[in-house]
């Protein structure tokens, strides 16, 4: 009896340790795209994000190929800036990283498309009800 009443505790506690050690290997936490770069859209880190602007991960798309030659995004974000704020912000801020605006659209929304050596970037900034929300296209030329 005293013998089934220790065995019973000594596994339950091998049980949890070998529990604590092990549970969390594969539920790693995403990083953030935004980790560190807090004022670009990570991998392209000349392209600029409006401060205050979150990621949308579930819709953003990075293709990026195994030597790294050829890198595409299509990166979704929001945020509570006006629209036309994040055109003025645009406006300046690409200029200042190196990209040179090709033409604006406006269109429910605004289309913005700059260019770079070898690069392109389109600029869709929309404001359907409260947020504003912005998707960046981004590609070799």
Known sequence: MYKRFYILPAILAASLILFSMTGCAGTKKKPDSTAGFSDVAYPFTDVPIPAGFKSDR?????????????KVGRLYYSGWNGAQEVVNYYQNAMINKGWKM???????????????????????????????HLEIQIGPK
């Open 58 to 70: 579930e819709k953003s798309f990075i293709y990026e190929s195994g030597s790294g030659s050829i």
């Open 102 to 132: 090709i033409n604006a659209m406006e269109h429910d929304g605004m289309i913005l498309n700059y260019e770079k050596k070898g690069w392109v970037c389109t600029l869709i900034i929309t404001e359907p009800m409260l947020k504003t």
